[in-house]
């Protein structure tokens, strides 16, 4: 009896690099798991790696009539039992069988692409607590959070190789080049740190802005726009201070990978952030869309070697305490189980 995970996006981002790290991890576990994903050929490469079984569908629009069914004839022959939909295009066509649904929460979402699941997993207590509050049945909801690991024989990445000196501060930011993720206000505090250089990792539609953007500040010598990258953990290896400055930010894995790689943060007060840091204790807050806070933020980090050394120390602590892979596999293990999946 196995799991069937589906995720039908397309992109790339944190929810589908999470879904390739989950499912890896499950599979070292010993799950049962089978996964149905859309095209993608870094995913589908990952997936087979890994030894998980692959159906690839084209999880279209309205008109997409030939997803679901096939969904269900391949989930009938991994022999289901649990069905995962990440996102709601995987829960728009996740088929009813002979199998629990459940559906994957990382943000805000319509419910209404969920009715008639048996149960919602939500990875941050705020998001279950949404949930509930929308009229979800509070037994039939869950918080599991994202892990974040940093592998143990990682080594940062060659500055040189970014024509990035290996003297000079370096602030790395994460995420998707959209206005959410609020990368002009990285681009406007590296105005105010001319000693200091970034590097941008992520694609999206607004590169073409911020690089413009870059050189009205006069910043564009500093800067590296990285586009989407396969070795994040070799970034953060590499800097000195991770920025984090999204507008909305529904959990923040950013910050939980800072963590495991010994990297202190500077964030915005978004909801995801606020809710997993402790200002002062394990990173810092700062105002949303407030430069001269953030820049303040890294100077002093940049400064004060002992609050970097407290930071960190607390930063690791949390993720062994409530983000390591091992805690959060056993808790996904444990609900496939209570669902007929064991």
Known sequence: MSVLHLLGSAGEGGAETYFVDLLAALQRAGAAQAAAIRAHVGREAALRAAGIPLDVRS???????????????????QDARVAVAWMNRAARHTPKGPWARIGRLG???SLKYYRGFEALVANTEDIADWVVRQGWPAGRVTCIPN???????????????????ADAPLMLAMGRLHEAKAHDVTLAVLAQLPQTYLW???????????????????????????GWRADPSALYRAADVCVFPSRYE???NVV???????????AAASQGPAALIEDGADGLLVPIDDADALAAGVRRLLAEPMLRSALLEKGLERVEAEFSEAAVVARWMSLFADLGAG
């Open 59 to 77: 999880f279209g629009g309205p008109l997409d009539l030939l997803t679901r069914p096939g969904v269900g004839g391949f989930a009938r022959a």
């Open 107 to 109: 943000g805000y979402y």
């Open 147 to 165: 892990f974040a690991a940093a592998p143990p024989e990682g080594e940062p990445l060659d500055r040189a190789s970014l024509d990035t000196p």
């Open 200 to 226: 941008i990792a992520g694609s999206g539609p607004l590169e073409a802005k911020l690089k413009s953007l870059a050189g009205a500040l006069g910043v564009a010598d500093r800067v590296r726009f990285l």
């Open 250 to 252: 529904p959990l923040g």
């Open 256 to 266: 939980i990978q800072a963590w495991a790689h010994g990297l202190p943060v500077v």
